[in-house]
T-cell receptor, first 113, second 114 residues
Framework: GNSVTQMEGPVTLSEEAFLTINCTYT??????LFWYVQYPGEGLQLLLK?????DKGSNKGFEATYRKETTSFHLEKGSVQVSDSAVYFC????????????FGQGTRLTINP | KAGVTQTPRYLIKTRGQQVTLSCSPI?????VSWYQQTPGQGLQFLFE???????NKGNFPGRFSGRQFSNSRSEMNVSTLELGDSALYLC?????????????FGPGTRLLVL
């Protein structure tokens, strides 16, 4: 079946550190890939997306590249801020015409000043 | 443009009761999906509605049901509530449901079953 695996959290970094959150997927077909972020007490916000192999999604300093050969979509940011503290979810959507998102388990990120 | 709105934001019910949650999508969006978020199971897809028809359904018991109205607003209903139904219920909308489209999420309804 289709699934998403994220690196175990929680992840704690100091401000201005480099961030990588690993995400790999298993899918039959060619999924679209997404990173969503959830701040405390809120719903999910789309951070970035990529819809085909080798696409790079980017937003607010975050980047992720759709790697079909390694079935990965790792999230990176060069210099994190305290305001980046949140839970990050990697997700895929596969079926044309259906809106089912398959999520990873989420990675809680805490940035210390 | 207003985002996805969900009502109520918080709800407390007791076992055996039923509950109805409401979702208003972004104006012009015709696809509405529902997800359940719990600490143990994470985010799980419940169902999707498009043009008043259920188009896709997740692996939840029949106690979970939904519907969509002609203005694209959607409701989900949970009957005979169980303690394990305590969760954050998220609604998401998109234009027409294409694979590459972005789903926009509401703030969620937090349901506590006592």
């Amino acid at each position: 079946g289709n699934s998403v695996t994220q690196m175990e959290g929680p992840v704690t970094l100091s401000e201005e550190a480099f961030l990588t959150i690993n995400c790999t997927y298993t899918a039959t077909g060619y999924p679209s890939l997404f990173w969503y972020v959830q701040y405390p007490g809120e719903g999910l916000q789309l951070l970035l997306k990529a819809t085909k192999a080798d696409d790079k999604g980017s937003n607010k300093g975050f980047e992720a590249t759709y790697r079909k050969e390694t079935t990965s979509f790792h999230l990176e940011k060069g210099s994190v801020q305290v305001s980046d503290s949140a839970v990050y979810f990697c997700a895929l959507r596969l079926i044309q015409g259906a809106q089912k998102l398959v999520f990873g388990q989420g990675t809680r990120l805490t940035i210390n000043p | 443009k207003a985002g996805v709105t969900q009502t109520p934001r918080y709800l407390i019910k007791t076992r055996g009761q039923q509950v109805t949650l409401s979702c208003s999508p972004i104006s012009g969006h015709r696809s509405v999906s529902w997800y359940q978020q719990t600490p143990g199971q994470g985010l799980q897809f419940l169902f999707e509605y498009f043009s008043e028809t259920q188009r896709n359904k997740g692996n939840f018991p029949g106690r979970f049901s939904g519907r969509q109205f002609s203005n694209s607003r959607s409701e989900m209903n949970v009957s005979t509530l169980e303690l394990g139904d305590s969760a954050l219920y998220l609604c998401a909308s998109s234009l027409a449901g294409a694979r590459q489209e972005t789903q926009y999420f509401g703030p969620g309804t937090r349901l506590l079953v006592l």
